[in-house]
C-alpha cells in the first residue's frame, strides 16, 4: 500500500471518527489479496457456493466439489452440469445453488464469461452482464471486481460484513456516504473493513 494512501486514509477517518481512524492505523498496510486464477467461472462459483455460509462451511463444500470434479477427470467448471445435480446436492448445496452453478457453466460454453472483455468493462456494464445468469447478483458482481478485477472503487455495500464493521465504526452514519470520501480506492476501505472485522470481539 503506497504511504501516501495511508496516510490519506487515516486523514479522511480521523475526520469521520477517532474509532475509524484507530482501527485503520492497528490494521497496518493493505492490498489486493494474491489467489490463483482459475478463471471467471470458478470465481463466480466459488462466490455463490459461499453465499450466506460461514467461511468454513464454504471452504468444506468446495473441497468436496473439487474432489468430485478430480473424479471425473474433467475441467472444474464443466463439472457445474444440470445432469450433476445430485452429486452436486450431495456436495452440500441448495437446489437454488445448483442451478446458479449450472448457469455459470452454461455462460461458459456460451463464452460470455471472458475474463480479459469483462475486466475491460466499467462495474455497472460488468455488473449489467453478470446478473443476467440466474444466481449472479449485486454482491457477486461486486466480490468478482474487488478480488478477480481488482477495481480500485468498489464499496460492496451489501456485504454484510464490510457495511456492518464501518457502521459500528461511524456511529449514525450511512456507510455508503462515508464511503465514498474514500473514493477513489473503496476497495481498499472494503478489505480494511474485512480485516477489521476478523478481529472485533
Not at 39 to 45: K, M
Not at 126 to 134: C, D, E, P
Amino acid at each position: 500500500m503506497d504511504p501516501k494512501l495511508r496516510r490519506r486514509f487515516l486523514r479522511i477517518a480521523g475526520q469521520v471518527s477517532p474509532q475509524l481512524r484507530a482501527k485503520l492505523r492497528a490494521a497496518g498496510t493493505i492490498g489486493f489479496p494474491e489467489r490463483e486464477d482459475k478463471g471467471v467461472a470458478v470465481f463466480l462459483a466459488r462466490a455463490v457456493v459461499g453465499q450466506q455460509l460461514s467461511t468454513h462451511a464454504a471452504r468444506s463444500i468446495w473441497a468436496r466439489l473439487e474432489a468430485a470434479a478430480t473424479e471425473t477427470g474433467g475441467a472444474l467448471h464443466d463439472f457445474f452440469h444440470a445432469d450433476n445435480a445430485a452429486t452436486l446436492r450431495a456436495c452440500g448445496l441448495s437446489r437454488t445453488k445448483v442451478k446458479a452453478l449450472a448457469a455459470i457453466r452454461d455462460a461458459h460454453q456460451a463464452r460470455k464469461l471472458s475474463a480479459a472483455d469483462l475486466r475491460a468493462m466499467a462495474h455497472p456494464a460488468r455488473a449489467s452482464h453478470l446478473k443476467q445468469i440466474h444466481g449472479i447478483g449485486p454482491w457477486t458482481c461486486d466480490m468478482l471486481a474487488i478480488f478477480y478485477c481488482r477495481d480500485a472503487d468498489i464499496w460492496p455495500d451489501g456485504d454484510s460484513a464490510a457495511h456492518g464493521t464501518l457502521k459500528r465504526l461511524i456511529g449514525r452514519r450511512k456507510p455508503a456516504r462515508v464511503a465514498a470520501l474514500f473514493a477513489p480506492h473503496r476497495s481498499i476501505l472494503a478489505l480494511y473493513m474485512w480485516k477489521i472485522a476478523d478481529n472485533l470481539p
